[in-house]
């Protein structure tokens, strides 16, 4: 198997000691860079993008050509696996994703098949492949898959939505059948992610986007059960190498306790939550990754940096805490300060843990 040459993500992630705080940062392949706009243009769409490897490894690796990150993502879409249940999605410009066949009846529920990854969602596998021989061990690699709830949320809506009316109707007055939708969304999330671990990805990350839309028992029962059944049976362990799993819910920052039970290694935190206030609740059963404002970036430099610096002072000496914006950056934010940002964790996180080693 490939050696890696920097593991301190991973490291970070299974709470063992590291010299410095590593650092990615969602959606770092992507329309903020202009390399990103002109593979795309080239590509035509965006789904052409994702479903062609050679185009999804080159964006997959340009951030890490501009930065000193410390993990590349795979370049794909939550959204793959209700296209390959066959509900067909489109992204339309200036509109986002939308399904031609939502799901809408009791019969379409029932019926959805849940794919066979190596088959309809191949096109992933082999970009996987692919970005794994191109990096060379350099950084590891982050698959991911959308959490049952949230694809759900786009399934039964047909496109992104504010008012969740459809689903939230669907919850209220047909809970059981909700449930068999995200038990077999559940499934399916598994068993794309065994695949994409059994292709060489290095840690998973599971995006619960819409998790923060619920009361606290819809988020236990039908979000935070569905995220931790989708690992029920997944391979934590390839050539003996622990793969990381991480739990990212967006506005979840007042359920971390019942998240770090489901069976992560880390959580994802947005920029609601005060990561140290975070740590002490999470204790040492968890990692902690993020979490900075995405819109720090449209500070000055100066003002970036403490920002930065006082995420990495929040979080403390110790291990545990992998670097990261609360949310994906912005198709406006400025590469430059993107550079600084990743520069300033750098720079400032080797005396934290420096700190931590000699207290
Ligand atoms: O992080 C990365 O760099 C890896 C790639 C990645 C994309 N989408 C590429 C993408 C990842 C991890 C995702 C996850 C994703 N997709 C989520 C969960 C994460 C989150 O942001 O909360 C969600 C909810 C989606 C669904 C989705 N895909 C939406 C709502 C949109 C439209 C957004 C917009 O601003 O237009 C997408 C499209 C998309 N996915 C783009 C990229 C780079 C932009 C498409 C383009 O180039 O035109």
Redesign the pocket.
């Known amino acids: 198997m490939t050696v890696l040459l920097n593991d301190c993500f991973l490291r970070a992630l299974l709470r063992q000691p590291v010299d410095r705080t590593p650092v990615w ?7 903020y860079l202009p390399e ?2 002109r593979v ?1 243009e080239r590509a035509g ?2 789904m052409s ?2 479903t062609t490897p050679e185009l999804a490894c080159e ?2 690796l340009q ?1 890490l050509a501009r930065y000193r990150l410390d993990a590349a ?7 793959t696996i209700p296209d390959a249940m066959g509900l067909g999605l489109e ?1 339309v ?2 509109e ?2 939308q399904f031609r066949h939502p799901l809408r009846t009791a019969d379409a529920i029932r019926q959805l098949p849940i794919p066979d990854p190596e088959q309809s969602l191949g096109y992933v596998t082999d970009a996987v492949r692919l970005i794994r021989r191109e990096l060379g061990g350099r950084v590891p690699l982050i698959g ?1 898959s ?1 959490s049952p709830w ?1 694809l759900a949320t ?1 399934m039964v809506e047909g496109r ?1 939505s504010r008012e969740f009316r459809r689903i939230k109707g669907l919850m209220y007055e047909q809970p059981e059948l909700l449930h068999q939708l995200l038990d077999r969304l559940a499934q399916a999330v598994g068993r794309y992610l065994a695949a994409q671990i059994a292709a060489g990805i290095d840690a998973v ?1 599971v ?1 619960d ?2 998790g923060g839309v619920l009361s606290p028992a819809q988020y236990r029962a039908f979000s935070l059960d569905y995220a931790a059944q989708s690992l029920d049976g997944l391979p934590r362990e390839r050539a003996g190498r622990r793969i990381p799993a991480i739990l ?1 819910t ?1 506005g979840g920052g007042q359920w971390l306790e019942g998240m770090a039970a489901a069976g992560y290694d880390a959580l994802g935190l947005d920029w609601t939550t005060d990561i140290g206030e975070a740590r002490a609740r999470v204790g040492d059963r968890v990692a902690l990754q993020g979490n900075l404002d995405p819109q720090a970036l449209y500070a000055p430099i100066p003002r970036l940096r403490e920002e930065v610096r006082a995420i990495l002072a929040g979080f403390g000496p110790g291990s545990g805490h992998v670097f990261n914006l609360g ?2 950056v912005w ?1 406006d934010a400025d590469p430059e300060h993107v550079g600084a940002m990743i520069e300033a964790v750098h720079e400032f996180s080797p005396a934290i843990h420096a700190a931590g080693r000699n207290a």
């Open positions: 940062m969602m959606r770092q392949a992507g329309r990103y706009r795309r769409s965006f993008l994702c964006v997959t951030p993502i795979l370049f794909s879409d939550i959204l992204f410009e200036g986002g994703p991911f959308g949230t786009y992104s990350m995006f986007t819409w990212f967006k949310h994906g198709p």
